[in-house]
């Protein structure tokens, strides 16, 4: 079946450092894929988002990267500070459907 | 991106009563969305809210427990009826733009406790 998941649940990482979040799916028929960033008490928020024909896309102090070969998407973000602490949920949209399907989540935490 | 907002933020209930929550986009978009979102957990689609006709549900949600109505392009309504404890979660709406089809924005979610 279609599944989409993290391989860890919490992140911990220093200020200033770099995160990396990492998501595995396996639907190979999915087209798109987002992140979304969830703080305590609030909707998702969108961050960035990636084709499957691409591999790469970068935003501000983020950057996406996509393994279609091993069905492999990361968040990598740049320059960590204490207010990217929240949940980070990877999501594939199914070329079948059109509807998403999230990831269960990773909690970055930043440490000062 | 989209400015969505929800009515209540937050509930508590008591079992055997249903609860209405609003969802109203600021911009024009062709699908919403109504999800569920358990505590500590993932986001899971209830269904799509569908403009003047009956919502698309997932498997294991039904109309009776969840009506869903939109009567027009930016607003639309989840009722959550005959509530249990079990129905205590975030209930979160998310619409796609008609100018960005493909990212869903969400609003704030509805925090709903029952007792």
């Known amino acids: 079946g279609e599944s989409v998941g993290l391989h860890l649940p919490t992140l911990s990482v220093q200020e200033g450092d770099n995160s990396i979040i990492n998501c595995a799916y396996s639907n190979s028929a999915s087209d798109y894929f987002i992140w979304y960033k969830q703080e305590s008490g609030k909707g998702p928020q969108f961050i960035i988002d990636i084709r499957s024909n691409m591999d790469k896309r970068q935003g501000q102090r983020v950057t996406v990267l996509l393994n279609k070969t091993v069905k492999h998407l990361s968040l990598q973000i740049a320059a960590t500070q204490p207010g990217d602490s929240a949940v980070y949920f990877c999501a594939e949209r199914s070329s079948n459907t059109g509807k998403l399907i999230f990831g269960q989540g990773t909690t970055l935490q930043v440490k000062p | 991106s989209a400015v969505i907002s929800q009515k209540p933020s937050r509930d508590i209930c008591q079992r055997g009563t249903s609860l209405t929550i609003q969802c109203q986009v600021d911009s024009q978009v062709t699908m919403m969305f109504w999800y569920r979102q358990q505590p500590g957990q993932s986001l899971t689609l209830i269904a799509t809210?569908?403009?003047?006709?009956?919502?698309?549900?997932e498997s294991g949600f039904v109309i009776d427990k969840f009506p869903i109505s939109r009567p027009n392009l930016t607003f639309s309504t989840l009722t959550v009826s005959n509530m249990s404890p079990e129905d205590s979660s975030i209930y979160l709406c998310?619409?796609?733009?008609?100018?960005?089809?493909?990212?869903?924005?969400f609003g704030p979610g509805t925090r709903l406790t029952v007792l």
């Open positions: 809210a569908n403009q003047g006709s009956e919502a698309t549900y």
């Open positions: 998310s619409g796609q733009l008609a100018g960005a089809p493909d990212t869903q924005y």
